[in-house]
C-alpha cells in the first residue's frame, strides 16, 4: 500500500496539470495496451499472487508475527496461513 501512495505522490509531483499522463509514471508502468493484452497471465493469476506478496511482506513487517500480520490485513490466521504456504507454481495452477 505504500508503495503504491509514493508512486502516486511521485507522479503528482511530475505532473504539469490536473491529470496524470502516462509519462508521469515509472517506465515500467508506461506499457502500452497490446503489450498488456499479451501476458500469459490471467486477471485471477496476477490478483492471487498479489495477495500472496502481500501476506508474505506483511509477515516480514511483522517480524515473523503471523497473528499480527493477520489482524493488519483484516484476514484470518488460517487464510494468511493458506496465502503464504502457496509456492509460485502453485499459484498458476490453483482455480
Same mark, same amino acid.
Given at each position: 500500500m505504500r508503495e503504491l501512495e509514493n508512486l502516486i !505522490?511521485?507522479? #503528482?509531483? @511530475?505532473?504539469d496539470g490536473d491529470t496524470i499522463a502516462r509519462s508521469d509514471l515509472? =517506465?515500467?508502468?508506461?506499457?502500452?495496451k497490446e503489450a498488456r493484452e499479451c501476458l500469459a497471465e490471467t486477471f485471477d493469476d496476477?490478483?492471487? !499472487?498479489?495477495? #500472496?506478496? @502481500?501476506?508474505?511482506r506483511a509477515v516480514a513487517e511483522c517480524d515473523g508475527n503471523? =497473528?499480527?500480520a493477520a489482524r493488519k490485513l483484516s484476514v484470518s490466521r488460517a487464510y494468511l496461513h493458506r496465502l503464504i504456504r502457496m509456492a509460485?507454481?502453485?499459484v498458476q495452477g490453483a482455480a
Amino acid at each position: 500500500m505504500r508503495e503504491l501512495e509514493n508512486l502516486i !505522490q511521485g507522479a #503528482v509531483i @511530475l505532473t504539469d496539470g490536473d491529470t496524470i499522463a502516462r509519462s508521469d509514471l515509472p =517506465t515500467h508502468l508506461q506499457v502500452e495496451k497490446e503489450a498488456r493484452e499479451c501476458l500469459a497471465e490471467t486477471f485471477d493469476d496476477l490478483l492471487r !499472487q498479489f495477495k #500472496v506478496d @502481500l501476506a508474505n511482506r506483511a509477515v516480514a513487517e511483522c517480524d515473523g508475527n503471523k =497473528t499480527l500480520a493477520a489482524r493488519k490485513l483484516s484476514v484470518s490466521r488460517a487464510y494468511l496461513h493458506r496465502l503464504i504456504r502457496m509456492a509460485p507454481d502453485s499459484v498458476q495452477g490453483a482455480a
